[in-house]
C-alpha cells in the first residue's frame, strides 16, 4: 500500500509541474495583449521554459544518484512554486521570462526523480506496472492542462492559472516532505560524477541516433501546433481561451487513444520501422493541416485530432527501443532522448515566429511537414546503415 501512495504522489507531482507548459498554452494570446509585448517575445515565454527543463534533466539525474532522491525533489518544487507566483504577478514580459526560467529549472527535477524512485521502489513487473501508470499520469496533463487553463484563465486572467499551480505545489511539496521516503540504494553512492563515455557511445550508436533525429523534429512540429493553434482558432475563428481549451482537449484524448493503439503496433512491426512509418503517418497530418486548416473550424479540428492520434501511436516506442539497446545506460538512454526532444520543444515557438508570416498556415505547417519528413529521411538511412553492417 505504501508505494502505491508513493507512486501516486510522485506521479501527481510529475503531473502538476508538466502543467506549466499546458495550462499556460491557450492563454499566450491574453499574455502577449495584458503585458503589451510581441508575439516573439511571448514564444520566447515558452523557449525558456523548455530549455531549462531540458539542460537540467542532465543536471538533477546524476545529482539525484549522488545525494539522493527527497533532498533533490524538495528544494525544486519549492523554487517551482515561488516561480508560479512571480509568473502570476510579473508586471512585465522581461520578468515574466525570469520566472519562466526559474519554473523551469524547479519543474527539471520533478520527472527525472520520479523515474528513480519508482525504479527504486518497484521491481520487475510491478516496476513496468508503475511506470504504465506513471506514464499515464503525464498523459493527463496535456490533455486537461489546456482546458483547465482556458477556463481558469479565461474567467480570471492568465495569473489565476499560474497562482492555482502555486497553491496546488505548496500542496505536493507538504506532502512529499511528510510522506516520500529516501529511496535511493545505497550502492549508487559511489558513482562520483557524469560517465561521459555512456552520452558519446548513444551519440555515435546508428539507430539511437536515427531515435534522437526523428524525436527532436516530431516534438518541434507538435509545439508548432501547441503554440499556433490558439493564435489561428482566436484569430480566424474568433476562439476565446476556453473554447482553444477544449479543442487541444479533444486532441490530446485523441493522442492517449493513440498512445493504447502504439502496441499494437509495436508488436506488427519489429525495431525502428513500426516508429519510423507512424511518424510518417504524423507528418502526413500536418501536410494535411497545413493546407485545410483554414477551409473551416470543423476541417481545423479534425485535421488537428488527426496528428494527435498519430503522434500518440509512436511516443512509448523510443523509450522501449533505447532500454533494449542500452540495458546498462538506460535512465541516461532516456534523459538523452528527453533532452533532445525538449530542444525540439523549445525550437518550434521560435522557428514558428519566423514562418509565420501574414498568419501563413500552409507556410508554417508545410515547412514543419518537410522538416519532419526529412527527419525520418534521415533516420532511416541510419537504420538503413545499421542493417547493412550488421548483414556484412
Known sequence: MKSRIILYLIGFSAFVASLAQNL??????????????????????????????????????????????????????????????????????????????????????VPVVAAAVIGDVFEGKERAQGMATYQLMLGLSPAVGPWVGGMIGGRYGYGSAFLLLCVVSLILLAANAFLLPET??????????LDWSSFVRLARHPRAAALLTVGFVQFLVYFVFLVYIPIIAHHRYGYEPAQTGTLMLLM????????????????????????LWGCAANAATVLLFAFTAGLSLPVLTVAFCLFGLTMG????????????????????????????????????????????????IPLLFGVSAALYLGGIAIGGRLTARRTGAASS
Open 313 to 360: 501511436l509512436t511516443m512509448s516506442m523510443p523509450a522501449t527501443l533505447l532500454t533494449e539497446m542500452f540495458p546498462d545506460d538506460r535512465a541516461t538512454a532516456v534523459g538523452v532522448y528527453n533532452f533532445v526532444r525538449y530542444l525540439g520543444m523549445a525550437a518550434g515557438p521560435m522557428l514558428g515566429s519566423l514562418l509565420f508570416v501574414g498568419e501563413s
Open 252 to 275: 490530446a484524448l485523441c493522442s492517449m487513444i493513440g498512445v493504447k493503439a502504439g502496441g499494437w503496433v509495436q508488436s506488427r512491426f519489429s525495431g525502428e520501422s513500426g516508429y
Open 184 to 193: 535511493r540504494p545505497k550502492a549508487t553512492a559511489v558513482r562520483k560524477g
Open 24 to 109: 499556460y498554452s491557450p492563454l499566450l494570446v491574453e499574455v502577449q495583449e495584458k503585458l503589451h509585448t510581441t508575439q516573439a517575445m511571448v514564444n520566447l515565454t515558452v523557449t525558456v521554459f523548455t530549455v531549462a527543463l531540458a539542460v537540467m534533466q542532465l543536471v538533477f539525474g546524476p545529482l539525484s544518484d549522488r545525494k539522493g532522491r527527497k533532498i533533490v525533489l524538495l528544494p525544486a518544487i519549492a523554487v517551482y512554486t515561488l516561480a508560479s507566483l512571480g509568473c502570476a504577478y510579473a508586471a512585465s514580459v522581461d520578468a515574466l521570462l525570469v520566472f519562466r526560467l526559474l519554473q523551469g529549472i524547479g519543474a527539471a527535477a
